[in-house]
């Protein structure tokens, strides 16, 4: 039975120049088990996957999108366009073909795998698109019909002048039994060489241990949003070793790398990138050297590739901008504090923002004079860049060709200052990103929606947005991509909360936030307000979380779809090969109740004991029940 299998795909045929993403090929999913499923999984399990659907997971496009599984039977919900300019954080640029735009298809980018469970076992195939680890290629998508049990797979190529023997996609197929196998075959696949890979990250690392990145620090957004200034980042600067707050117990004390990220609010407006004086009158270079004397790595928000229309850079270079055929600018996304409202002020929707034709040379000139600004001149060595995804719309490019091949042009120029001036390492964190195109340049990624302090967005959800801003939808995702962690990407989760003000989350779904953050993915990001800490509450909560980090110091943790809102989780020491603690995490609304023998599954050896870590529900007999938005961890004994 076959493991692994690599397929290339070519084009063959007279030049011509792709009008819409292209199907290179479909895969039959039954033939797909023919080839592998085997003994390892059990000798009945052919037979069942043919005969039971199946859990799908497939990435967004971009880091926004949703990131977890849809089970059996079930579709994607379609988007309802209150907001008609945020679909383009979510749907698959390009024209898609009548043949798939015309039926219900599960939709999936990059990394997409089928998951059945047999008589309590899983069995995974994934289809991985690995063109882009050594070369070029436009990114893959995959279309999934249940019915005919078809994948399409088509890649956004719209502009791409094709010839005789051109390579189009390259994917690896191939089968696994569970996380732990799931996540070695991936690093396999997308790490050759460790320190090749990550290691321009290395200045960052809190961990000493060997091929592990873990990072962090604070970031301004979720404590000011856009509203700062220079004297409330200069109170937040000093209040952050005065308190025992994460920050301090969790990097200062121990003397590990801390960024501290200045957010969205510094600059006069998109596209005119410099310090708002009315609110740092000391400018940039000022406010970078005063985090760096605090011992800080400075970091600093940016979205270079969106525009304000009403900007002075947009006046003075509307040429820049990307058009349509018809010469009308493409409105990236709506943000009513990047927009006007109608008028000449805003020549799309309300309160659009827009993007640049990165085909165009001296707008790379331009892209390369700000970032040697950013770095060279204010001394920033942790550049957060974000709404990376507008340099993927497809429109009139001025050199032609597609959106793919400018982007890698264009990501290569925002990241190639590896080092300053003064020989100091620095980094790069991608958001709103295409993840398959931007993997090699900006390996450490948001890797879900943005999170929130509220567990949902009510409207938003009943919209069925699947790039809200979530806590909810952004924990479904950092689960959901868990797997790439340290292969793929070093993934960012977003930030930990554990404040008591502005905030609707519950002690629980803090502490969810917190485990999930630190056992599935490698950054830990602050945002509560270092300056009115609340030492009683707020003090015993981050106590409780460093200890809990304390002691899952050494221990790797998998992630299994029980559905599409509750998990098992299990761990693997580093110094053993079984597992010491099991659990299960519930996203649901509703309580769940779950066998003991299903949490004790995963253990090598069998167990009579288990012992408490961590529990949010109870336990009658042979059943435990899970309250809604908890997790709940035990250790064998």
């Not at 799931?182 to 690093?187: A, E, W």
């Not at 690392?205 to 957004?221: A, C, D, H, Q, V």
Request: charged share 25%; with cysteine.
């Amino acid at each position: 039975m076959k493991e692994l299998e690599r397929k290339e795909y070519f084009y063959h045929g007279a030049e011509c120049v792709d009008s819409e993403n292209r199907i290179f090929t479909v895969l039959s999913i039954d033939s797909l088990i023919d080839s592998f499923s085997g003994e390892k999984c059990g000798e009945t399990i052919s037979e069942f996957c043919k005969n039971n659907d199946f859990a799908f997971y497939g990435s967004g496009w971009q880091s926004w999108g949703f990131g977890g599984e849809i089970d059996a039977g079930k579709y994607q919900k379609k988007y309802f366009p209150i907001v008609p300019q945020w679909k383009q954080y979510f749907t698959v640029p390009g024209k898609l073909p009548k043949k798939l735009s015309s039926k219900k298809m599960l939709v999936g980018s990059f990394f997409m795998y089928l998951r059945w469970n047999v008589n309590g076992k899983n069995f995974y195939i994934a289809v991985a698109s690995t063109g882009n680890i050594s070369g070029l290629l436009p990114p893959v998508n995959f279309y999934v019909d249940r019915t005919r049990r078809e994948i399409s797979c088509t890649v956004y190529a719209d502009g791409k002048t094709w010839h005789e023997g051109d390579k189009i996609a390259e994917l690896a197929i191939f089968s696994v039994c569970d996380f732990f196998e799931l996540h070695k075959i991936t690093q396999e696949l997308f790490v050759t060489d460790s320190a090749e890979r990550f290691g321009s990250l290395d200045f960052l690392n809190t961990t000493p241990y060997k091929n592990k990145i873990t990072l962090g620090g604070w970031e301004s957004w979720y404590n000011h949003y856009a509203d700062i200034n220079n004297e409330l980042i200069k109170v937040d600067l000093e209040s952050l070793s005065h308190t025992e707050n994460l920050i301090k117990t969790h990097f200062l004390d121990s003397k590990k790398p801390c960024v501290f990220q200045v957010d969205d609010g510094w600059e006069i407006a998109l596209g005119d990138w410099d310090a708002r004086l009315s609110r740092f009158p000391n400018g940039m270079t000022s406010l970078a050297s005063s985090i760096s004397d605090k011992g800080y790595i400075p970091g600093l928000w940016i979205a270079p590739f969106i525009i304000d229309w009403r900007s002075e850079f947009a006046k003075n270079h509307r040429d820049w901008i990307l058009c349509d055929k018809k010469g009308r600018p493409i409105a990236a996304g709506l943000n009513p504090l990047w927009g006007g409202s109608f008028g000449k002020n805003q020549p799309s929707l309300p309160y659009s923002y827009f993007c640049f034709d990165l085909s165009r040379d001296e707008v790379l000139e331009y892209l390369d004079s700000l970032m040697e600004k950013v770095v060279n001149e204010w001394g920033f060595r942790y550049i957060k860049l974000d709404f990376l995804f507008a340099g993927m719309i497809y429109g009139e490019f001025k050199n032609g060709g597609a959106a793919y091949e400018w982007y890698d042009r264009a990501v290569k120029v925002l990241t190639k200052r590896k080092n300053n001036q003064k020989g100091d390492k620095v980094a790069y964190l991608g958001c709103g990103m295409p993840f398959e195109s931007s993997f090699k340049s900006l390996p450490l990624s948001r890797i879900g929606p943005d999170t929130k302090e509220t567990w949902d967005v009510a409207w938003m959800k009943n919209a069925n947005f699947p790039s809200r801003t979530s806590a909810f939808l952004n924990m479904q995702s950092t689960l959901g991509h868990a797997f790439w962690n340290q292969c793929v990407y070093i993934n960012d989760p977003d930030v930990v909360f554990l404040r008591y003000e502005n905030i609707s989350l519950n002690d629980k779904e803090k502490i969810l936030i917190a485990l999930v953050n630190y056992l599935f993915a490698s950054q830990i990001m602050h945002s509560d307000d270092p300056v009115h800490f609340d030492a009683e509450k707020e003090g015993a909560l981050t106590k409780k979380i460093e200890s809990l980090y304390k002691l899952f110091e050494f221990e790797d943790f998998g992630v299994e779809n029980r559905n599409s809102t509750s998990y098992f989780i299990f761990s693997k020491s580093k110094y053993s090969s079984d597992s010491k603690y099991t659990g299960f995490i519930n996203l649901s609304n509703e309580s769940i109740n779950i066998e003991r023998r299903e949490l004790i599954s995963r253990f090598r050896e069998k167990t009579e004991n288990l012992e408490t870590v961590i529990e949010y529900g109870n336990r009658n007999g042979e059943i435990f029940t899970f309250e809604p938005h908890s997790i709940s961890i035990y250790e064998r004994k």
